[in-house]
């Protein structure tokens, strides 16, 4: 069985400028989640998709984050303009459901300069 | 809101040795708990999801149980090996997760 794939694996921006996180769930996975992992802190949830659906975006910063999730599979997140703060790792989510065993993807390092 | 409390912050031990790591939340409505192995650049691997109704789970040398009422889980690695040195994270159903237990097993 596929994994959680994610691009790209690093990407480096200078601030302000713009940046695009792409991820494809396992097959069949209606529930898809994206955190942000700051170095040394555990993820912190920014988005909760079941299906196109949002389900909890209450810790995304709306006014620079913004996520997609069209026909229920893939979804990118993106950041506009990107702060210096943003540097961390992305990773996507997947899962059959809400609230049931969660697949990660190997994450997107991000290092804004 | 919740707040996930992982203790302790980092561990070292030699080889052979069983040990406990802990995880507290604030938010008993949570109805499971799902513990994670994170390897240093890597994403997270899932290691055991307890439901509020199993109270334990038990994988190979793994074993998790939940207490909801006192707000509190625990990870016991039985006979450790350095292999098994890792990040453990821990997090509720809301996804809101610890800052982790680093854990290094010495050869």
């Known amino acids: 069985e596929a994994g959680v794939a994610q691009s790209p694996r690093y990407k480096i921006i200078e601030k302000r400028q713009s940046v695009a996180f792409w991820c494809n769930p396992i097959?069949?996975?209606?529930?898809l989640y994206w955190y942000q992992q700051i170095l040394g802190q555990g993820p912190k949830l920014l988005i909760q998709?079941?299906?196109?659906?949002?389900?909890?975006d209450s810790q995304l910063p709306k006014d620079r984050f913004s996520a997609e999730r069209l026909k229920g599979v893939d979804s990118t997140l993106k950041i506009q303009p990107a702060k210096l703060e943003d540097s961390a790792v992305y990773l996507c989510?997947?899962?059959?459901?809400?609230?049931?065993?969660?697949?990660f993807g190997p994450g997107t390092r991000l290092t804004v300069t | 809101k919740q707040e996930v409390t992982q203790i302790p912050a980092a561990l070292s031990v030699p080889e052979g040795e069983n040990l406990v790591l802990n995880c507290s939340f604030t938010d008993s409505a949570i109805y499971n708990l799902q513990w994670f192995r994170q390897d240093p650049g890597k994403g997270l691997t899932s290691l055991l999801l307890i439901q509020s109704s199993q109270r334990e789970q038990t994988s190979g040398r793994l074993n998790a149980s939940l207490d909801k009422s006192s707000g509190r889980s625990t990870l016991y690695i039985a006979a450790s090996q350095p292999g098994d040195s890792a990040t453990y994270l821990c997090a509720g159903n809301d996804m809101r997760f610890g800052a982790g237990t680093r854990l290094t097993v010495k050869p």
């Open positions: 989510a997947s899962s059959l459901g809400a609230g049931v065993e969660q697949y």
């Open positions: 097959s069949g996975h209606a529930t």
């Open positions: 998709f079941q299906n196109n659906g949002v389900v909890d």
